[in-house]
């Protein structure tokens, strides 16, 4: 297999099997919008229009925002109709060597791992993975296979959390954990609810980038990330009210990049998703 590389500011990624991402901008969020049940009525349609010459960070400050419950119970709502296909994500990894992955319950469609729907142990065990990429509550239960004798994962050199609305990012309780029972650190991704990366931890491990080409994460006056997706054209939603607490930071990290947030609160699951 072999893999194109993707220079992202302050970081080396391989993108592995997939030359290209599927396409996402804030015109193409958007028209895709326009094309749901619940963007598409005359006032909300209206004001979408009149965003298209807005940039994404001015524009979806004329938005009320949508509470997560509303989107899950409601999704129909917010279905594009002319966006059929799930769409595929590469992986995106630190450093510079391509290892052997493993992707353990992830809610999208990921290309260049080996993909186990639920936690299998013995499964992993015999597949001997570099790395190894799930959600943080299926890591943490993980490590506590480890830490128990039930789980031993010697070629593991690299752990990558696939955190996101419905699985909320690592704890340093969980972090802690990870460490005391593989001696790795954890390096995690916020990922949308099609799997379209939208934030990324760097080796100082003190919050996640914003991708700002693909998202639009604001922090609400009661610390709420507001998240805007430019790579979910399935279910596309505007300002989505997440419940998660959230801190922005400012200035520069010692990777050069900026612009970064930092979660609090618990590992509550929401399992829901719609990726398929």
């Known amino acids: 297999m072999s893999a194109a590389i993707q220079t992202l500011p302050g970081r080396l990624f391989h993108l592995l099997a997939s030359p290209s991402e599927p396409p996402g901008s804030w015109e193409d969020l958007l028209r895709s919008a326009l094309r749901t049940q619940y963007y598409s009525t005359t006032i909300r349609s209206s004001v979408l229009t009149n965003l298209l010459s807005f940039a994404p960070e001015r524009a979806v400050e004329h938005l009320d925002p949508v509470s ?125 609810h099609q799997g379209e990366l939208l934030a990324s931890e760097c080796e100082f491990h003190d919050g996640l980038h914003i991708e700002q080409d693909r998202a639009v994460m604001e922090v609400n006056q009661d610390g709420q990330l507001l998240l805007t997706s430019m790579g979910n054209l399935r279910y596309p939603v505007l300002r989505l009210a997440t419940g998660m607490k959230t801190e922005a930071v400012n200035g520069n990290c010692g990777c050069g990049r900026g612009q970064k947030l930092r979660f609090f609160g618990t590992r509550k699951v929401i399992a829901k998703g719609c990726a398929t």
């Open 68 to 192: 997560l419950s509303y989107y899950y119970d409601h999704l129909a709502l917010f279905k594009n109709p002319n966006h059929r296909r799930p769409n595929h994500w590469p992986l995106y990894l630190p450093g510079d060597s391509i290892p052997r992955a493993a992707a353990v319950d992830p809610w999208f469609h990921l290309d260049g791992a080996r993909i186990y729907r639920s936690l299998d142990i013995q499964s992993l065990e015999r597949f001997r993975p570099r790395c190894v990429l799930a959600p943080p509550d299926v890591l943490v239960k993980l490590a506590t296979a480890a830490l128990e004798g039930r789980a031993r994962l010697d070629t593991m050199e690299l752990a990558v959390s696939l955190a996101g609305v419905h699985r909320p990012p690592m704890s340093s309780w969980d972090r802690d954990l990870f460490w005391l029972a593989f001696h790795l650190p954890v390096h995690e991704q916020f990922r949308g």
